[in-house]
């Protein structure tokens, strides 16, 4: 058990110019919490952890594990696991050796390791398969020995990166659970790196949101969802995307096509006195609807329905400016608008609209 | 510096063997020899450190290279055994890739006795190569010479092959393509596998011939593994002394003499020993090798540029 | 019948009508299979067939497989007649071992270094290892010479060895280094988080892992010093015990008149450890060989 913290850790890749995939990090991870690390790829998300591992080098600033500084520590002094992408398993050991290797190398009597491995084979469901080797086993039994092999060392940090990129959905739906669930009781902490937002918010107890090596925000996902810090982490949370776009400001609020969505005054104001003309404008696609023909609305030529069961997207253009911008909005599953026909969008609450610098992207307090 | 070393020194210190025993016995002879082709070095001017009696050759400038690169026949008529050398090469690696190709293609087929037909046909890379020559010396004798009793059994001639005509040539041109097929094609054969299935069926989905999808799947699929195996068997073949001097050897045969076999004749006949020709040919192989290789390596490098 | 069988089906008849093959063609396809086989084994054959007839048989200009046929040549041989056989035997298999060892474990160090630590003058290093199959070897023999003298291994078979490994090493540091570049890189980083240093990983999980590139190394390594010539005799000394078989071999060539049936048999003695060590690693010199030149 131990606490996690990167103190303005850099990676710089040597090139012309240098690239900077991890870019003076600084995160806190508390004792026994799970974090996600979320981007997009070339985001540095595998890289920062790989440099928590030990497997790639910190160039600047330093990194922490249970308050003692690990930087120039090589990976099996850090008293981590991590489960890869891959799961790199050893093929030419059987599933109970990949899983007890640690321990082996640690001296632990062959009593224990094998207590151990059969303990976590069984929390696992594996026990009929340890005398197997890899090869044949599926993907899914795979990954869970790639788990196995963590847990049985019983490690202060666990590691993950990208650990469900290679099972099928519906395989990596359940094992998401199961994951969350193991970590819960387990109690360890755990840093897991994934590029899909929805594993982020289901599993983290934070998340912290990454692009071109540096940190956006790092918070837990409802404060992600609810108050993203930039234009960049509210079009990357949540699914479909967050509908943003620039548009001009008039003295009442936002101005979209036929529709004014007020502002309150300290949003007006804090614009006015940056000397914004325009706002990138927020609005996630719950938080606009259909609205009746005599109200004031934004008109929307419907491209595409993506009918869910209880929901549907509408995937339409509106012409803002004169050009015309693609807008998502949630309706009724049951009484969808139909493809070609011309509605009128409205929003829901004006309180659940984001604005963001139209320049910096950054997030216009409201 | 110091931050690579302390960060690579286990990578440093894996290679460090392997670079410490080419230095001592790549490199530093190589200098020697370098050192030799400025000198008039031979049995009777060498150190011998059993008589006791100090080295006496001392230094000529250039006169090697230029007794060398002048044609002089008494010195291997440089140019024309170089342009031999060429040909040897040339046809060598050239029916090398060509039947190792072919029956690589041939191997790559689902079919019965496949593992059987790939031991036989590797069998003669496992033979030592003294006795391949041995073996063939032995078929291609002129009298006895099982080739040349079948050739008469069916009333065609039976030539002198191993006798000093062009005969010779191509009869070790045959013993050499014999020894290297199989190299070459179980590299091929690697390759061909290594290209993924799903490339034919995409070609066969889009309608491509036979011929078609080996002229824009296969060849360009096995690319990296010829322009591999061509510039090692080009590599090998130009410096390939064994058969040449197992085949049509120990008394030298000027129809089969190449760069490498004169620089030993040079070396092991006569009563002289001429260490400084022989050197002097040596660097002079060289120097053609390398040369050659860039502009191999240049070409790839364009080819792959426009691919 | 469930879902989940159809697809199997499906594929199974696929693979039934494509692996189809008119009569003709197979035909074809079996015959040059065939031919080709035969060119390949029929030298070693007959070398086989020459080494049971009695020297003057061997070389009747007719062509009949049993002629006085006898084991009487391997008697000859192996009772050390025409010289120590044995002992030449005990030399070959001293050094060519030896080489093997050296060379499969230099190789494989340098192939790893060089397959995974980007180091400076990795390149470089690989570049050197090309032009080193470069030089004519044979012509470096009086500074080759010269060394092993200074380091007081002329003469002897360990400096015979290490001039085998500089001619082996280079081309099996290519092939190596191209088998253990598919060896995914996940699998040494795990085992690093796992607690191994730089050189368990290497010895304990890419060397297991890299049998077939292994035993290609072993066995190129292992022929190339079994069956060279000119160098042995260069080096090591002149008397009869210290020589190796294929040096030997040459008291069956006379200076005008060539023993052929002893030479067959002697040579047919000489290549059947060859072909024994060949048998062994057969299975793996295609995916072995691939590697390395494909990533080469």
Same mark, same amino acid.
């Given at each position: 058990?131990?606490?996690?913290?990167?103190?303005?850790?850099?990676?710089?890749?040597?090139?012309?110019?240098?690239?900077?995939?991890?870019?003076?990090?600084?995160?806190?991870?508390?004792?026994?919490?799970?974090?996600?690390?979320?981007?997009?790829?070339?985001?540095?998300?595998?890289?920062?952890?790989?440099?928590?591992?030990?497997?790639?080098?910190?160039?600047?600033?330093?990194?922490?594990?249970?308050?003692?500084?690990?930087?120039?520590?090589?990976?099996?002094?850090?008293?981590?696991?991590?489960?890869?992408?891959?799961?790199?398993?050893?093929?030419?050991?059987?599933?109970?050796?990949?899983?007890?290797? %640690?321990?082996?190398?640690?001296?632990?009597?062959?009593?224990?390791?094998?207590?151990?491995?059969?303990?976590?084979?069984?929390?696992?469901?594996?026990?009929?398969?340890?005398?197997?080797?890899?090869?044949?086993?599926?993907?899914?039994?795979?990954?869970?020995?790639?788990?196995?092999?963590?847990?049985?060392?019983?490690?202060?940090?666990?590691?993950?990166?990208?650990?469900?990129?290679?099972?099928?959905?519906?395989?990596?739906?359940?094992?998401?659970?199961?994951? %969350?669930?193991?970590?819960?009781?387990?109690?360890?902490?755990?840093?897991?790196?994934?590029?899909?937002?929805?594993?982020?918010?289901?599993?983290?107890?934070?998340?912290?949101?990454?692009?071109?090596?540096?940190?956006?925000?790092?918070?837990?996902?409802?404060?992600?969802?609810?108050?993203?810090?930039?234009?960049?982490?509210?079009?990357?949370?949540?699914?479909?995307?967050?509908?943003?776009?620039?548009?001009?400001?008039?003295?009442?609020?936002?101005?979209?096509?036929?529709?004014?969505?007020?502002?309150?005054?300290?949003?007006?104001?804090?614009?006015?006195?940056?000397?914004?003309?325009?706002?990138?404008?927020?609005?996630?696609?719950?938080?606009?609807?259909?609205?009746?023909?005599?109200?004031?609305?934004?008109?929307?030529?419907?491209?595409?329905?993506?009918?869910?069961?209880?929901?549907?997207?509408?995937?339409?253009?509106?012409?803002?400016?004169?050009?015309?911008?693609?807008?998502?909005?949630?309706?009724?599953?049951?009484?969808?608008?139909?493809?070609?026909?011309?509605?009128?969008?409205?929003?829901?609450?004006?309180?659940?609209?984001?604005?963001?610098?139209?320049?910096?992207?950054?997030?216009?307090?409201? | 510096? *110091?931050?690579?070393?302390?960060?690579?020194?286990?990578?440093?210190?894996?290679?460090?063997?392997?670079?410490?025993?080419?230095?001592?016995?790549? $490199?530093?002879? $190589?200098?020697?020899?370098?050192?030799?082709? $400025?000198?008039?070095?031979?049995?009777?001017?060498?150190?011998?450190?059993?008589?006791?009696?100090?080295?006496?050759?001392?230094?000529?400038?250039?006169?090697?290279?230029?007794?060398?690169?002048?044609?002089?026949?008494?010195?291997?008529?440089?140019?024309?055994?170089?342009?031999?050398?060429?040909?040897?090469?040339?046809?060598?690696?050239?029916?090398?890739?060509?039947?190792?190709?072919?029956?690589?293609?041939?191997?790559?087929?689902?079919?019965?006795?496949?593992?059987?037909?790939?031991?036989?046909?590797?069998?003669?890379?496992?033979?030592?190569?003294?006795?391949?020559?041995?073996?063939?010396?032995?078929?291609?004798?002129?009298?006895?010479?099982?080739?040349?009793?079948?050739?008469?059994?069916?009333?065609?001639?039976?030539?002198?092959?191993?006798?000093?005509?062009?005969?010779?040539?191509?009869?070790?041109?045959?013993?050499?393509?014999?020894?290297?097929?199989?190299?070459?094609?179980?590299?091929?054969?690697?390759?061909?596998?290594?290209?993924?299935?799903?490339?034919?069926?995409?070609?066969?989905?889009?309608?491509?011939?036979?011929?078609?999808?080996?002229?824009?799947?296969?060849?360009?699929?096995?690319?990296?593994?010829?322009?591999?195996?061509?510039?090692?068997?080009?590599?090998?073949?130009?410096?390939?002394?064994?058969?040449?001097?197992?085949?049509?050897?120990?008394?030298?045969?000027?129809?089969?003499?190449? $760069?490498?076999?004169?620089?030993?004749? *040079?070396?092991?006949?006569?009563?002289?020993?001429?260490?400084?020709?022989?050197?002097?040919?040596?660097?002079?192989?060289?120097?053609?090798?390398?040369?050659?290789?860039?502009?191999?390596?240049?070409?790839?490098?364009?080819?792959?540029?426009?691919? | +019948?469930?879902?989940?069988?159809?697809?199997?089906? &499906?594929?199974?008849?696929? &693979?039934?009508?494509?692996?189809?093959?008119? +009569?003709?063609?197979?035909?074809?396809?079996?015959?040059?299979?065939?031919?080709?086989?035969?060119?390949?084994?029929?030298?070693?054959?007959?070398?086989?067939?020459?080494?049971?007839?009695?020297?003057?048989?061997?070389?009747?200009?007719?062509?009949?497989?049993?002629?006085?046929?006898?084991?009487?040549?391997?008697?000859?041989?192996?009772?050390?007649?025409?010289?120590?056989?044995?002992?030449?035997?005990?030399?070959? &298999?001293?050094?060519?071992?030896?080489?093997?060892?050296?060379?499969?474990?230099?190789?494989?160090?340098?192939?790893?270094?060089?397959?995974?630590?980007?180091?400076?003058?990795?390149?470089?290093?690989?570049?050197?290892?090309?032009?080193?199959?470069?030089?004519?070897?044979?012509?470096?023999?009086?500074?080759?010479?010269?060394?092993?003298?200074?380091?007081?291994?002329?003469?002897?078979?360990?400096?015979?060895?290490?001039?085998?490994?500089?001619?082996?090493?280079?081309?099996?540091?290519?092939?190596?280094?191209?088998?253990?570049?598919?060896?995914?890189?996940?699998?040494?980083?795990?085992?690093?988080?796992?607690?191994?240093?730089?050189?368990?990983?290497?010895?304990?999980?890419?060397?297991?892992?890299?049998?077939?590139?292994?035993?290609?190394?072993?066995?190129?390594?292992?022929?190339?010093?079994?069956?060279? &010539?000119?160098?042995?005799?260069?080096?090591?000394?002149?008397?009869?015990?210290?020589?190796?078989?294929?040096?030997?071999?040459?008291?069956?060539?006379?200076?005008?008149?060539?023993?052929?049936?002893?030479?067959?048999?002697?040579?047919?003695?000489?290549?059947?450890?060859?072909?024994?060590?060949?048998?062994?690693?057969?299975?793996?010199?295609?995916?072995?060989?691939?590697?390395?030149?494909?990533?080469?």
């Amino acid at each position: 058990m131990a606490e996690v913290a990167y103190v303005s850790a850099s990676r710089v890749f040597a090139g012309n110019p240098p690239v900077r995939a991890v870019d003076q990090l600084e995160l806190d991870v508390a004792d026994g919490e799970f974090l996600v690390l979320v981007g997009p790829s070339g985001s540095g998300k595998s890289t920062a952890l790989r440099m928590l591992a030990g497997l790639e080098d910190v160039d600047e600033g330093a990194i922490k594990i249970g308050g003692k500084d690990v930087t120039n520590v090589p990976p099996k002094g850090r008293d981590i696991a991590m489960v890869f992408q891959s799961y790199a398993l050893y093929p030419h050991m059987t599933v109970a050796e990949n899983m007890g290797f %640690a321990l082996k190398l640690r001296g632990t009597s062959k009593q224990e390791i094998k207590d151990k491995v059969a303990e976590a084979a069984k929390m696992l469901d594996l026990t009929k398969y340890l005398d197997r080797k890899p090869k044949a086993l599926s993907g899914g039994q795979r990954q869970r020995v790639a788990m196995g092999r963590a847990i049985v060392r019983e490690p202060s940090v666990f590691l993950m990166d990208e650990p469900l990129s290679n099972l099928d959905a519906k395989l990596r739906v359940e094992t998401r659970a199961n994951i %969350a669930a193991l970590q819960q009781r387990l109690g360890t902490t755990t840093i897991y790196v994934t590029h899909d937002q929805v594993e982020a918010m289901t599993m983290g107890d934070r998340v912290a949101v990454l692009k071109d090596g540096l940190l956006q925000q790092c918070a837990s996902p409802r404060e992600l969802y609810d108050r993203p810090a930039n234009a960049f982490v509210a079009g990357f949370i949540g699914s479909p995307a967050m509908n943003l776009k620039t548009v001009p400001l008039t003295a009442e609020g936002a101005l979209l096509d036929g529709l004014t969505v007020p502002l309150t005054r300290s949003a007006l104001d804090k614009a006015s006195t940056e000397g914004l003309k325009e706002v990138t404008f927020g609005v996630r696609p719950e938080t606009l609807r259909l609205a009746g023909a005599d109200e004031e609305g934004m008109e929307l030529t419907v491209e595409l329905v993506e009918e869910l069961g209880a929901d549907a997207y509408v995937y339409g253009s509106v012409r803002i400016g004169g050009v015309p911008e693609r807008f998502i909005v949630r309706v009724d599953g049951r009484t969808p608008p139909a493809f070609g026909q011309n509605v009128k969008v409205a929003v829901r609450d004006t309180s659940e609209v984001h604005l963001f610098h139209p320049e910096s992207g950054a997030r216009l307090e409201v | 510096m *110091r931050r690579s070393i302390e960060r690579h020194w286990y990578a440093y210190a894996m290679v460090a063997p392997v670079v410490v025993v080419l230095a001592v016995l790549v $490199l530093y002879p $190589l200098a020697q020899g370098v050192w030799f082709t $400025l000198t008039d070095i031979n049995e009777s001017t060498i150190a011998n450190p059993v008589l006791d009696r100090p080295a006496t050759y001392s230094f000529v400038g250039l006169r090697n290279y230029l007794n060398v690169l002048s044609g002089d026949p008494s010195f291997g008529s440089f140019w024309s055994t170089l342009l031999r050398t060429i040909i040897w090469t040339g046809s060598c690696v050239v029916l090398t890739y060509g039947v190792g190709l072919g029956l690589a293609l041939l191997l790559n087929r689902p079919m019965r006795a496949r593992a059987l037909y790939r031991v036989l046909l590797i069998l003669p890379w496992a033979v030592p190569v003294f006795i391949s020559a041995f073996a063939w010396k032995f078929m291609f004798n002129s009298q006895f010479g099982v080739i040349n009793q079948v050739l008469g059994a069916f009333g065609l001639g039976q030539p002198v092959w191993l006798g000093q005509t062009d005969l010779a040539l191509v009869a070790v041109v045959i013993v050499n393509v014999w020894v290297g097929v199989p190299f070459m094609m179980l590299a091929l054969l690697g390759g061909l596998q290594s290209i993924p299935a799903d490339l034919y069926e995409a070609a066969e989905v889009d309608g491509a011939t036979p011929w078609q999808r080996f002229r824009d799947i296969t060849l360009p699929g096995l690319r990296s593994v010829s322009s591999t195996v061509v510039l090692l068997g080009i590599i090998w073949t130009f410096n390939m002394f064994p058969v040449i001097y197992l085949v049509t050897g120990p008394a030298a045969n000027p129809n089969t003499r190449i $760069l490498v076999t004169y620089a030993f004749e *040079r070396f092991f006949s006569g009563a002289s020993r001429d260490y400084a020709v022989a050197s002097t040919y040596g660097v002079l192989i060289l120097s053609v090798l390398l040369v050659f290789a860039a502009f191999y390596r240049r070409a790839l490098r364009r080819q792959e540029a426009f691919a | +019948m469930t879902i989940e069988s159809l697809p199997i089906q &499906v594929q199974a008849a696929r &693979v039934s009508l494509r692996g189809k093959r008119s +009569m003709g063609r197979s035909v074809a396809l079996h015959a040059t299979l065939t031919v080709a086989s035969l060119i390949a084994v029929f030298p070693v054959f007959w070398v086989l067939v020459t080494s049971f007839k009695p020297d003057a048989r061997a070389v009747a200009p007719t062509i009949r497989l049993f002629d006085e046929s006898s084991l009487a040549n391997y008697r000859d041989v192996l009772s050390g007649q025409q010289g120590d056989f044995l002992a030449w035997v005990l030399n070959s &298999v001293e050094i060519a071992l030896l080489t093997t060892l050296i060379a499969v474990f230099l190789s494989a160090t340098t192939g790893y270094a060089v397959s995974r630590f980007r180091f400076p003058g990795s390149r470089k290093l690989l570049l050197s290892f090309l032009i080193a199959q470069m030089f004519p070897f044979a012509v470096l023999i009086v500074p080759l010479f010269n060394v092993l003298l200074s380091l007081g291994l002329q003469g002897t078979g360990i400096g015979l060895v290490l001039v085998y490994c500089t001619t082996s090493v280079p081309f099996c540091t290519y092939m190596l280094k191209g088998y253990f570049d598919t060896i995914p890189t996940d699998i040494d980083e795990s085992g690093r988080v796992d607690g191994l240093s730089p050189f368990g990983v290497f010895w304990r999980l890419v060397l297991p892992l890299a049998r077939p590139g292994l035993a290609v190394t072993a066995f190129y390594a292992f022929l190339t010093a079994w069956g060279e &010539v000119a160098f042995a005799s260069a080096f090591l000394s002149a008397s009869d015990e210290s020589k190796t078989l294929a040096v030997g071999l040459q008291v069956f060539v006379q200076q005008n008149r060539v023993e052929w049936g002893h030479l067959a048999a002697a040579s047919i003695l000489v290549s059947i450890p060859a072909v024994a060590v060949f048998y062994l690693v057969q299975r793996f010199l295609v995916t072995g060989l691939a590697a390395g030149a494909v990533k080469g």
